[in-house]
């Protein structure tokens, strides 16, 4: 119902940036929260931003300071702009999106982009 490509992920060296992107297949203001998530392997899955239809941001610990989320709701993107990246950073970035109809609540995921960090 909804479908996320996410984009933008390569190899940088440690303390440089990276931008994400995340298209959504429908309107981002019908979608109630959006984030990324970021895997490394062996690792559980986190999330490391999010933000509401309403603006409100999140940010894990580890990136707070380095990573922005943002959107535009005129094109459906939502973007990650990481900055002084680390090593630690490493790991395959997710999109999601959550989704309230009524009393049924739906999430969906990107395929995900890899983002490496040489140190």
């Known amino acids: 119902q909804v479908q996320l490509v996410e984009s933008g992920g390569g190899l940088v060296s440690a303390g440089g940036s990276l931008r994400l992107s995340c298209a959504a297949s429908?309107?981002?203001?019908?979608?109630?929260?959006m984030g990324w998530y970021r895997q490394a392997p062996g690792k559980q899955r986190e999330l490391v931003a999010r933000?509401?239809?309403?603006?409100?941001?999140n940010y894990v610990d580890a990136v707070k300071g380095r990573f922005t989320i943002s959107r535009d709701n005129a094109r459906n993107m939502v973007y990650l702009q990481m900055n002084s990246l680390k090593a630690e950073d490493t790991a395959v970035y997710y999109c999601?999106?959550?989704?309230?109809?009524?009393?049924?609540?739906?999430?969906?995921w990107g395929q995900g982009t890899q983002v490496t960090v040489s140190s």
């Open positions: 933000i509401t239809k309403g603006g409100t941001t």
């Open positions: 999601n999106a959550m989704v309230s109809r009524g009393v049924l609540e739906s999430t969906y």
């Open positions: 429908v309107n981002i203001l019908s979608i109630n929260a």
